[in-house]
């Protein structure tokens, strides 16, 4: 079984700055692509980052695309949302997810995941 939890969310003015974090439990996280999605009340899940399981290829949702940046930590089973400038629009539960093969998904697409952690909220004021 494996355990993600997240980190990192709370209250922001518009224009600034979080770092989400989802620590991952098992041997087995830099063996499988990951992602970070985001659900608003009433809106649909989006996918909005993703990274396969070297790091190597990434791929982000329009919506967050120069703005956001994913990354990990393999040594420390840790996967990271870097957010800057951040918008009102932006405010959702942030949930990261695990693939079940190691490549990163194109967030226009379907991404099926096997395990997702309890989300962390994030609220941008304007």
């Known amino acids: 079984q494996v355990q993600l939890v997240e980190s990192g969310g709370g209250l922001v003015q518009a224009g600034g700055s979080l770092r989400l974090s989802c620590s991952a439990s098992g041997r087995t996280f830099s063996s499988y692509g990951m992602g970070w999605f985001r659900q608003a009340p009433g809106k649909e899940r989006e996918f909005i980052a993703t990274i396969s399981s070297s790091g190597g290829s990434t791929n982000y949702g329009d919506s967050v695309k120069g703005r956001f940046t994913i990354s990990r930590d393999n040594a420390n089973n840790t996967l990271y949302l870097q957010m800057n400038s951040l918008k009102p629009e932006d405010t959702a539960v942030y949930y990261c997810?695990?693939?079940?093969?190691?490549?990163?998904?194109?967030?226009?697409?379907?991404?099926?995941?096997?395990?997702r952690g309890q989300g962390t909220q994030v609220t941008v004021s304007s």
């Open positions: 997810a695990r693939f079940g093969h190691p490549r990163s998904c194109d967030s226009r697409l379907p991404c099926p995941y096997d395990y």
